[in-house]
């Protein structure tokens, strides 16, 4: 299996406060971890690549103090969205390869975060 | 161009229709080549994995790549309600990066 289990699947809260996003692999260590954004009716979009260990890359147009990622081990990384305002409401995802070389990504089921 | 092309659909069939579902993609040296299935307010999952050209079944799913043409193929055979989702392609040149069509709405009618 490659499971990956994603918390908390529904946040909502206040705008100016800073939400965490837990992204885990269950059952197989995972040397990098994606976490996407998705809009209504519309396909992922990569914000970031993360290795263990290592800083994040970013893609262009994420700002990375905003989004800070954290990917401390093999098993866990995390996606903190800082200041959030409603603009930042959306639907989050990440996903995470075994190994090295190419593997497929496995998905969690994503975070809904609204940002009142 | 983007490099992957997906027609979003809707896509409505009859339970028991064979279903089509393609995407054309742009550069010819991805090798990587992947199916997700996603319901709504869930992650995707992963369906179908193939490298390079070919064909690969898993039950009642096909995954057809044909690089000459640079176009993907997942059939469904004897489509199911339960089948009802937005289908993803991907791919991938190394398998470190990848790029995603825009979904498929896929609804099968009982």
């Known amino acids: 299996g490659a499971v990956v289990s994603q918390h908390p699947s529904w946040v909502i809260c206040k705008s100016g406060t800073s939400v965490k996003i837990e992204c885990r692999s269950l059952d197989f260590q995972a040397t990098t971890m994606f976490w996407y954004r998705q809009f209504p009716k519309q396909s992922l979009m990569l914000m970031a690549t993360?290795?263990?260990?290592?800083?994040?890359?970013?893609e262009q147009g994420v700002e990375k103090d905003k989004f800070l990622i954290n990917h401390a081990s093999l098993t866990l990384s995390t996606l903190t969205v800082t200041s959030a305002h409603p603009e930042d409401s959306s639907f989050y995802i990440c996903?995470?390869?075994?190994?090295?070389?190419?593997?497929?990504?496995?998905f969690g089921d994503g975070t809904r975060l609204s940002i009142l | 161009q983007k490099e992957v092309e997906q027609d979003p659909g809707p896509l409505s069939v009859p339970e028991g229709a064979i279903v089509s579902l393609n995407c054309t993609y742009s550069n010819s040296a991805f090798q990587y080549f992947m199916w997700y299935r996603q319901y709504s307010r869930k992650g995707p999952e992963l369906l179908m994995y193939?490298?390079?050209?070919g064909n690969k079944e898993d039950g009642r799913f096909t995954a057809q790549v044909d690089k000459s043409s640079k176009y993907i193929s997942l059939f469904i055979r004897d489509s199911q309600p339960s089948d009802s989702a937005t289908y993803l392609c991907a791919m991938s040149l190394t398998g470190n990066q990848f790029y995603f069509g825009t979904g498929t709405s896929l609804t099968v009618i009982p």
């Open positions: 993360s290795n263990e260990g290592s800083k994040a890359t970013y």
């Open positions: 996903s995470a390869s075994k190994g090295q070389g190419a593997q497929p990504q496995h």
């Open positions: 193939t490298y390079s050209s």
